[in-house]
């Protein structure tokens, strides 16, 4: 291994443990919710200004690096990796919110058992899970295969949504709870999507194939 | 002007291309909200597909150049051209999803007035088109004006949610219609983040300063 492919390693390494961080972030901010736990609610902030500053370490090594990069391919790996960063700190945004609108939620009696978001939930950090699996065992097919499941969450947030509406109106009080409900149910929607990102960019880097916008859950010709 | 900075301002033109198209399609979808014009909201969706095309184009484009860009700060603006597409491709998708929920709206009779909703929009385009501008203009001071901006669209967002929940209180049975305009006003608000974004981005370039994060309205010490 060459001292740059151990610098790319070094940049690697933070980007895993930015995506473990996010992960947790996210599965912390829903425990939050299901066990009504403030003091966990509030930890999930401190956990995003940590992504966050990862983040920034994330882009100043790769900017070093980028200047220095002898190959296209070593390039390409920088460059994702800037981009992978991007969407965990998203992640991490979102499980923010999620946080927040526990603690919200949490003044109030329960709306209704939160079995359907938790199981978006375990859904979304299995796609990041395995995303950032991929991209450690550099391997674009396993990439693919996560592209699809984006839809079954797209599906339940839907269900969700709907269901909610409904709830509100039988019970027009409830509607700020709900309205809540219905945020962190898209924001596990958009974990998803940063998870769907972060696999299409791996199949970017190992097969230079751009498959975003292409309905790109089909495999390479 | 060397050969290589030639490249950078064709890269930067197709950038400003991708800036006017996504300004135009926020616009358009606002105007077929508040027209309830169908026609109209169907042409963000081409729009929004141009936009994630001319995402694709700058970004290979990008890695081409990186490949070979001699100096850091060309690096750097480079990065800053692939980060700015990002943010724009976003504004694209969110620009759908106005336009989307406009043509729900529109098979229903109006539920509001849109004033406070159609500030929202020209306050979210004039902060993307000042970023813009500060970056053909290599401005980074111009850029750190539109950062707080970012605020008056998270209150006027806020103030929407409010009154949208009040009204679904006062009429449940217009409970999905409310929501449809709780998405707009929060698309909006996305939008003017990724100004934000957009501006935080100018300001590294031209300080080399990484203000994410960082309450970044204030001056450079």
Chains 1, 2 share one sequence.
Do not use: W
């Amino acid at each position: 291994m060459t001292h740059f492919d151990a610098s790319i390693e070094s940049l690697n390494e933070k980007l895993l443990l930015m995506a473990s961080r996010a992960e947790t972030a996210v599965t912390r901010a829903m425990k939050a919710l299901v066990d009504r736990d403030e003091d966990l609610a509030r930890s999930v902030a401190v956990d995003d200004d940590l992504i966050d500053q990862l983040e920034k370490d994330v882009d100043e090594q790769a900017v070093v690096l980028l200047s220095r990069a002898p190959l296209a391919s070593q390039l390409r790996s920088i460059l994702v990796a800037i981009k992978i960063a991007g969407d965990l700190e998203r992640v991490g945004d979102e499980a923010t919110t999620i946080a927040r609108r526990a603690c919200d939620l949490n003044a109030e009696p329960p709306i209704r058992p939160y079995g359907d978001l938790v199981r978006m939930s375990t859904l979304a950090a299995s796609m990041l899970g395995a995303s950032l699996k991929a991209f450690t065992e550099r391997d674009p097919a396993q990439a693919r295969t996560i592209i699809p499941r984006d839809r079954e969450v797209d599906q339940l947030n839907k269900q969700m949504v709907r269901e909610l509406l409904d709830q509100i109106a039988r019970a027009p009080g409830r509607a700020p709870g709900c309205l809540n409900l219905i945020t962190i149910s898209k924001s596990l929607e958009r974990v998803a999507d940063h998870a769907k990102n972060i696999a299409e960019d791996i199949v970017y880097l190992y097969e230079g194939r751009d498959i975003r916008h292409a309905g790109g859950s089909k495999p390479a010709a």
